[in-house]
């Protein structure tokens, strides 16, 4: 009994399992790797347009606040005020014109806390600002940035500690400061500095509504590294400032046990770095449900799959071993069995039809080998009977060639000589195969009886490879080709006629030529000849063409025994002669 993986159904198990089993293996470990990297990439592209929002709202919003004090700054009452060396009271009027200016920017925008200006002298003026001591503003960090950065505006995050008190109720904690030196607008020159704090509920406001899951947030660091504006969240304070000075963009850490991708983008407007943190646990909960979701039909489909393999795998086996069953059977020699094709109507059907068949078959085999057993023992028995008459006949002959010396008739002994030596080698005793020695013997027997015949009108010429001799060959195999020679050819032919026979070597064959000098063939007759030499039948084309038996039997007989690359080839011309090349392989005796 067959076992193991040499067992068919088996080996079909098997393979057809490992079909199904790699292919969702390889979904199941390469897909969620893939997805999970693809879902990464969105949610990093994502952040980085959000990030990139923010940062141009915020932008945005600096650049009105800087549109703003070029306003201020240029307002006819603004200048004068800055530049108008007269005491206080005089100016009441002018005063007053200057901060219904600076109250109308407040009002029209509620971001603005306050809005302070101040000159070259020490000399301010501000509706919600007022300095806490005697201490000149000018020497005020946010106004010497200004003064040492002309024209580009200053930013301060959580303006502490700075010579100034506000009348409205807010903390340096929930504004920035915004400073910027201001210009005379015809000569140019530095008249002064304006501050305005910027209320962080702007930022607020822009950043809220954009979210990166439940745990992700968006928060801004100045340029050393301080924060400007965070949300309420735990995870901000487990974030190192620091790790942002030598990153770009993307840094990955590992907070409280999850992992964190922190991403953040530099403003060339204010240095400030807006960043991003969102949890890769959290973006990636998705991909784990829908891991453990596809394990699950993995491992149904698995289970129903080895279910329909064995099905599967037992419908093709139980009629092979049914057929097996009965084979051995008949190997033992039961040749009653037989196999119901009908209950299979596909290719095992088919396949015990033939099996049923072969048995039949083999059963009239068995029975024509018996039959013809019987009959050639029957046959054998006529032959031993008859063995008498070759020997009667070379005992008549060798008396007619004795009487015939004893006459002197040496023309009549040579004749009978030949006959008796053509008669033994076409008998052979039984052999098919003889020698080229032997053949040639043959041939020119042959030849010593016709000679005697045609007397002048026929000469011929046997030349051989000595290498030949004692090669074998079939048996009668170049003399009916010399025998068409001579009756199609030199008989045929107006004078004396010659016919030459060569047996030469050539690579690995014997090619035996058979030329005659007779009256040739017309070209119609010699391609009917070598198109009937082609023909698989040509047994059939030979009789109903009409074309000699001799040619046939001989060129049907090598192809049989060697191959059908070995046989005849007939080249002729007419009045010229015809020459025929019998192609055999050089074999060992």
Not at 444 to 458: G, H, T, V
Request: net charge negative.
């Amino acid at each position: 009994m067959i076992t193991g993986f040499n067992s068919i159904k088996n080996r079909i198990l098997i393979f057809f399992l490992a079909i199904i089993f790699i292919p969702i293996v390889t979904l199941g470990l390469f897909a969620n790797t893939v997805y999970s990297r693809s879902i990464e990439t969105s949610a990093n592209k994502h952040t980085a347009q959000m990030i990139s929002q923010i940062q141009s709202n915020i932008e945005y919003y600096l650049q009105s606040i800087d549109n703003i004090m070029y306003y201020i700054s240029q307002s006819p009452d603004v200048v004068q005020y800055l530049t108008d060396d007269s005491e206080p009271q005089n100016n009441d009027l002018l005063e007053i014109r200057v901060r219904t200016l600076l109250n109308i920017y407040t009002e029209a925008n509620p971001e603005i806390a306050g809005i302070l200006i101040v000159n070259t002298r020490d000399k301010y003026l501000s509706n919600e600002l007022i300095k806490n001591n005697r201490d000149p503003l000018l020497q005020e960090d946010w106004y010497l940035s200004a003064v040492n950065q002309s024209d580009i505006s200053q930013y301060a995050s959580k303006p502490i500690g700075r010579n100034l008190n506000t009348y409205s109720e807010y903390s340096a904690d929930e504004v920035i400061s915004i400073s910027r030196t201001m210009r005379h607008p015809k000569t140019n020159e530095i008249t002064g500095v304006i501050l305005i704090d910027m209320k962080l509920g702007k930022f607020e406001e822009i950043i809220k509504n954009n979210n990166i899951g439940q745990k992700g947030f968006f928060y801004i660091l100045d340029k050393n590294n301080d924060i400007v504006y965070s949300p309420v969240n735990p995870i901000i304070y487990r974030i190192n400032n620091e790790w942002f000075k030598d990153i770009s963009n993307l840094l990955i850490k590992s907070i409280n046990n999850e992992t964190f991708e922190i991403m953040c983008e530099t403003s060339v407007q204010t240095g400030w770095r807006t960043i991003g943190v969102f949890s890769i646990e959290e973006i990636l909960e998705d991909v784990l449900k829908m891991q453990t979701f596809a394990m699950f039909v993995s491992g149904f489909t698995l289970i129903l799959a080895i279910v329909v393999a064995i099905i599967f795998t037992n419908t093709i086996v139980t009629p092979i071993k049914e057929l097996t069953a009965l084979m051995k059977r008949a190997e033992q020699g039961d040749l009653e069995v037989s196999f119901e094709n009908n209950k299979y109507k596909d290719e095992f059907g088919e396949l015990g039809h033939s099996f049923n068949h072969m048995i039949k078959e083999i059963k009239q085999l068995i029975e024509m080998v018996y039959t013809e057993q019987r009959n050639k023992r029957k046959a054998e028995l006529k032959i031993l009977q008859a063995q008498i008459k070759p020997h009667f006949l070379y005992n008549t002959l060798d008396t007619i060639q004795w009487m015939a010396v004893d006459y002197g008739a040496r023309d009549i002994v040579e004749i009978v000589t030949a006959l008796t030596k053509l008669f033994r080698i076409a008998l052979s005793k039984g052999r098919e195969v003889i020698t080229i020695r032997e053949e040639i013997d043959h041939i020119e027997s042959y030849m010593i009886i016709q000679k005697a015949r045609y007397e002048d009108k026929l000469s011929y010429d046997i030349t051989y490879d000595e290498e030949l001799l004692d090669k074998p060959i079939l048996k009668l195999t170049a003399q009916p080709i010399v025998e068409n020679a001579i009756y199609h050819g030199v008989k045929q032919k107006r004078g004396a006629g010659k016919v030459e026979i060569n047996f030469s070597k050539i690579d690995h064959q014997v090619i035996i030529t058979v030329t005659d000098n007779g009256a040739g063939i017309d070209a119609l007759k010699l391609h009917e000849i070598n198109m009937m030499l082609q023909h698989e039948n040509i047994r059939g084309v030979a009789s109903e063409s009409g074309s000699g038996y001799g040619i046939c039997n001989v060129h049907t007989r090598i192809k049989m025994t060697y191959g059908s690359e070995y046989g005849l080839r007939y080249i002729s011309k007419v009045n010229e002669g015809t020459c025929v090349q019998i192609i055999l392989p050089l074999l060992e005796a």
